[in-house]
């Protein structure tokens, strides 16, 4: 009979307990919230056994708090919320059994020794409570969660209540966790979905293993052009220029990625209006659980802006650097805060460096400019970074060689908020060739101011001599336009000296023609080698030649039929004073009256002969005249003497 009745209270409390299980079941059902889910079995579970407080505690991944967002209390005892620290809630041992999965089974929290040895009784005694049980809830061997059932009396739980609550607990935290998995997921969708309408530069679809379109989110529509009605269930082949589809990179595209997982997707597409864009972008194949090719993904940013924007700064940057080639400029862009510094090619070359060979910096620029400009250099550096001013300098550079360099250069400071200097850029080109003509300028203009000083002293001279030898007004302008007519001859010549050097020969040939000499070859001979004249030596020598040939034509070798000229010239040895030219100039069959009239062939010509060359020239000459021949020579230094100033 007794047994008879404990089977009865068995089946009873298994209907009991299986009803029990469908109620919660159907009250989890329709719930998504984890808290709501987890206040529910609370709820029924506290009603079923009627205990005083039922909830559930979240711990934290140290272990070591205890969170309860509520629980559900239905006699005596007031809520449980809050955090609890667990060693002063349970005390070391009854944590160590909570951790390692043990249900806590407390009959009466005054006399149980656990919760005496634990000094925990005050907590409990606190909080109303007698008896409990707790059962702990692990997920990858780390306590996360306590189901914990109070009681207000003591009480002696039956394995009846422990099996279901520890059912419950599983149960219900199955649920939490399915929930919690769920919210992350609709969460995570959520978000994605946000990304992808907000995401206008990015194309992000889906099409399938035959390369239909799935999905169109709206940044593929805000990309391509096409809207999500017109591009679902198109081939994603329609957004390919029409000569990659011609050529076959949709397929090849997709067959990469089925073969490899991933192809990029990187040129130019084609938008629904016709214009280009350009992608960045891959194609991703996608795979079900079982491996089995199910579609692909497509992801591509819209570059185009930024490609163009490269293509322009590219298309600067070759400008710029076409510009400072043809200009020759070399930059430099110094950072005061780093002390790093960076030169174009052009700089290192301008300072007698290989490209690269040498760390740009402060030093190693300061070494190449000359000993005599740092000084200055420095300075005006300096003062152009204290005032804030432009620098602007020109200083001469030494190469590895020896050679020197004149540098010009113009730069900038950059200064902080706070006005201390931060950064300085500049240019600087090579201007040693305008430097070197600048120093020819000065020379040429020095030497031209020489000569016309030279010039105006002949000129006064020629003047007054021929003044001294002429009275009469008209015999006075013809010998005076003469010799300056002889005189413009020798400048003319002087001009092109620095292309056209001036002999000996060229001078005389250009008096005797000038007189037609020429016109008489049989009467007229001249020899000799071609020897150069210094520009000192022309225009005294030249007017000594005009002054011989026009005598020649008036009075001598060239005014009778009878008479020879012969002109002759050669060079003899260096001397003290350097090669020296030897002229001599001879008329035969003259007419003797010019001896007896001695003034004729007395004048300005033979003073210029006997007296000028020797004092400007340093030449020695003789003037030999008897009743039938005429014998003139001169003898003068080709090179300048020895700290002689040119004449």
């Not at 009605?229 to 990659?244: K, Y």
């Not at 960045?280 to 497509?298: N, P, W, Y």
């Not at 110094?334 to 300072?351: A, F, Q």
Request: charged share 30%.
């Amino acid at each position: 009979m007794t047994e008879f009745r404990s089977t009865g209270r068995d089946l009873r409390d298994a209907k009991q307990r299986e009803a029990f299980l469908l109620r919660l079941s159907d009250a989890l059902r329709s719930l998504g919230d984890p808290s709501a889910i987890q206040s529910a079995a609370a709820k029924l579970l506290c009603q079923a056994l009627r205990l005083d407080r039922v909830g559930y505690g979240a711990v934290d991944t140290a272990g070591e708090v205890m969170s309860v967002e509520s629980d559900w209390s239905v006699r005596r005892l007031a809520h449980w919320a809050g955090e609890r620290r667990l060693l002063e809630t349970f005390g070391r041992g009854l944590i160590d059994a909570l951790r390692s999965g043990e249900t806590i089974i407390v009959n009466d929290c005054k006399s149980d020794a656990r919760i005496i040895e634990g000094s925990c009784a005050d907590v409990w005694a606190s909080i109303g409570t007698q008896a409990l049980l707790a059962v702990p809830l692990t997920k990858d061997s780390r306590l996360c969660a306590i189901l914990y059932l109070h009681s207000a009396q003591p009480r002696m739980w039956t394995a009846r209540e422990i099996a279901l609550a520890e059912e419950v607990a599983e149960r219900t935290w199955a649920v939490v966790e399915r929930a919690r998995a769920e919210a992350a997921l609709r969460e995570s969708e959520e978000l994605h979905r946000l990304i992808l309408e907000s995401a206008r530069d990015y194309a992000i679809f889906v099409i399938d293993a035959c390369g239909a379109i799935r999905t169109w989110p709206a940044g593929a529509e805000a990309v391509f052009g096409w809207s999500a009605v017109e591009a679902v269930g198109a081939n994603a082949a329609i957004t390919f220029t029409p000569e990659d589809r011609a050529d076959g990179a949709p397929a090849q595209e997709l067959a990469e990625a089925r073969e490899n997982g991933c192809a990029p997707d990187v040129r130019w597409h084609i938008r629904k209006d016709g214009s280009r864009v350009f992608i960045d972008g891959s194609t991703r194949a996608l795979r079900d659980s079982m491996g089995k090719l199910v579609g692909f993904l497509k992801i591509g940013q819209d570059v185009t802006a930024q490609r163009e924007a490269e293509r322009a700064v590219r298309a600067s940057e070759e400008g710029l650097r076409s510009a400072l080639k043809v200009g020759q400029l070399a930059t430099w862009d110094w950072d005061l805060r780093t002390g790093e510094t960076v030169w174009s090619d052009e700089y290192y070359r301008m300072h007698g460096y290989d490209v690269g060979e040498v760390t740009p910096s402060y030093g190693a620029w300061i070494s190449r400019v000359h000993p005599a400009d740092r000084k200055e250099t420095e300075r005006r550096l300096r003062e152009a970074r204290t005032r804030g001013q432009e620098y602007a300098n020109e200083y001469r550079a030494v190469h590895r060689d020896g050679s020197v360099r004149w540098l010009t250069a113009r730069g900038r400071f950059f200064y902080d908020e706070g006005g201390a200097p931060t950064r300085m850029v500049g240019a600087m080109s090579d201007v040693t060739e305008r430097r070197e003509w600048e120093e020819r300028q000065k020379i040429l203009v020095a030497e031209l101011q020489h000569r016309t000083r030279n010039l105006l002293a002949v000129v006064r001279s020629i003047a007054n001599d021929t003044m001294a030898e002429t009275s009469a007004p008209i015999l006075f302008r013809e010998r005076l336009s003469a010799r300056l007519t002889a005189l413009s001859r020798v400048q003319s010549l002087l001009s092109r000296a620095a292309v056209e050097p001036i002999t000996i020969g060229a001078l005389v040939r250009m008096e005797l023609e000038a007189l037609g000499a020429d016109e008489a070859p049989g009467a007229v001979a001249v020899s000799g080698p071609d020897v150069p004249l210094r520009s000192s030596l022309v225009q005294t020598l030249a007017l000594a030649v005009h002054e011989l040939a026009t005598n020649a034509r008036k009075y001598g070798a060239l005014a009778t039929a009878e008479g020879r000229l012969r002109v002759a010239w050669s060079t003899t040895d260096q001397g003290q004073d350097g090669p020296r030219l030897a002229f001599e100039w001879v008329e035969t069959g003259i007419d003797g009256r010019g001896v007896a009239d001695g003034r004729a062939r007395m004048g300005y010509g033979r003073e210029l002969i006997e007296h000028a060359l020797p004092y400007t020239l340093h030449a020695q000459t003789s003037f030999e005249l008897s009743e039938h021949q005429l014998r003139c020579t001169i003898v003068v230094p080709l090179g300048r003497r020895e700290g002689q100033e040119a004449a």
